[in-house]
């Protein structure tokens, strides 16, 4: 099997020749089969390697149920004051504890 990221004469033929086929196809414009060499080009690269892309990846984010992204409530935290406080010095936390300990000292603090 030949290595699809090294060029050779043999594919670079079949590549004008793909390229020569879609100018025919599209009517021939006056762009010439120059014009689909890149298209051609990922065509044959198809062909050379079908299952490409085909392995599953896992999710780096946990998932819900529905296959939706859950990220983790701390992540809010950068987003800034949300309008809930509307002081100056933007002391009070907008957003959930990352963890039930985090949630206990920042209560125990305000007291």
């Known amino acids: 099997m ?3 990221l090294e060029t050779s004469a043999k594919t670079e033929a079949r590549i004008a020749a ?3 086929e879609m100018w025919a196809a599209d009517g021939k414009p ?3 089969p120059d014009a689909y060499k890149e298209s051609a080009s990922e065509l044959i690269g198809m062909e050379f390697n079908p299952d490409a892309g085909q392995i599953p990846v896992d999710s780096p984010v946990p998932l ?3 296959g939706q992204p ?3 409530a701390w992540l809010e935290e950068n987003l ?6 509307m002081n100056e010095l933007d002391d009070k936390q907008e957003v ?5 300990q985090e949630e206990e000292k920042a209560l125990k603090d305000q007291e």
Do not use: I, L, Y
């Not at 800034?80 to 406080?85: A, E, K, L, T, V």
């Open 30 to 32: 006056a762009c010439g």
């Open 18 to 20: 793909k390229a020569r």
């Open 80 to 85: 800034g004051n949300s309008g809930g406080s």
């Open 70 to 72: 859950v990220e983790q």
């Open 2 to 4: 030949e290595n699809p």
């Open 96 to 100: 959930p504890f990352a963890t039930r």
């Open 64 to 66: 819900d149920p529905n």
